[in-house]
């Protein structure tokens, strides 16, 4: 059986997609950003390769060897990660809280090796343990709850399986950047008129970010006090047009964001370490954490690494993606 079975039945079909949840408000402003921009951050779109390379990088040598693999990806967003997973001759099961499903759908959902549903992460309509490969990018730290999200997760790996999730990190950027400020005000408007709000904001500061992209000390100065997000100097060879649409889709994302939870990675070490997950590997990017774990099996063959492999990626052009 290449798609588990649902264990519980849907509460709605939200157009023809099983739904197991009720809409929130701040669900709704994250599901409007993505109907909006639902090709915005596909390869197919863009013509570069950015979330493949970040895929690839998440996955390690697990990215080669995904055919006839049963795999979770939580939090699919519009379905850029589900897009390259695809390519593969693995069975997908793509989830997400907001109506970016709709989204997804509309970008892959003829693909008869995918399956998406509406499904918070926390409650997962699937018994455990069904999937060899569990894989949530950029979804836990939006989360009420981290380090539960994560153990949910888990649960749903195989003996033998792999998760794989990353989460923002602790850093000097944290605290200095002013972007809380529009947070707060962010929050208390529809989903609407947040999206006109950070769409102006971007009109405004990224004139800015243009301008000083070739010369780091500027760009992290400007950084602090600018509330947007751009990706000049990470992706230089995004054309004008694809920097912007970027740029108004993780701005509101940023800033529209009800919950953001950061970490550090003596923190992560110690939830992946409780799970009790062996041959743990834990990536340290400029603002994320990214993490790969595998659930033990009971086959004495499994081999089984001593110590986490901590690696470290620096620089202006490393980006989460």
């Known amino acids: 059986m290449k798609f588990p079975e649902f264990n519980t039945p849907p509460k709605s079909d939200f157009h023809g997609i099983p739904t197991f949840v009720d809409d929130e408000p701040y669900v709704s402003a994250f599901g409007l950003q993505w109907l909006k921009h639902a090709k915005t951050q596909l390869d197919s779109h863009t013509g570069l390769t950015i979330t493949r390379d970040r895929l690839s990088r998440m996955c390690g040598p697990l990215y080669s060897q995904l055919d006839g693999k049963v795999v979770l990806e939580a939090g699919c967003g519009a379905g850029r990660f589900t897009e390259v997973l695809l390519e593969s001759a693995s069975f997908i099961t793509a989830v997400d809280l ?38 949530c990018p950029g979804v836990v730290q939006h989360t009420p709850n981290p380090s539960k999200s994560i153990s949910e997760l888990y649960k749903q790996v195989k003996p033998g399986g792999w ?5 923002y990190r602790y850093n000097l950027s944290t605290i200095l950047k002013v972007t809380w400020i529009f947070r707060l005000i962010l929050k208390r408007l529809s989903p609407e008129k947040g999206l006109i709000l950070t769409d102006w904001l971007v009109k405004i500061w990224l004139p800015a970010h243009r301008k000083v992209a070739k010369n780091r000390i500027l760009e992290i100065l400007l950084f602090r006090i600018s509330p947007i997000t751009s990706h000049f100097a990470g992706y230089p060879n995004m ?12 701005t509101h994302d940023n800033l529209t964001d009800f919950h953001k ?21 834990f990536c340290i990017m400029p603002y994320t954490i990214e993490v790969r774990c595998q659930k033990p099996a009971e086959d004495e063959g499994t081999t089984i690494s001593e110590k986490p492999a901590i690696r470290k990626l620096k620089g202006s052009n490393v980006v989460s993606g």
């Open 261 to 281: 939870h950061h970490t550090s990675v003596h923190r992560i070490k110690k939830v992946v370490k409780k799970l009790g997950a062996i041959n743990q590997y």
């Open 163 to 167: 998760l794989i999730f990353d989460q």
């Open 239 to 250: 054309s004008e047009d694809d920097q912007i649409a970027w740029a108004r889709l993780n």
């Open 98 to 135: 907001s109506a970016a499903v709709l989204a997804n759908y509309e970008n892959n959902g003829k693909n008869p090796k995918l399956r998406i549903a509406r499904a918070s992460i926390t409650e997962l309509p699937f018994e455990k343990e069904q999937f060899d490969i569990v894989f």
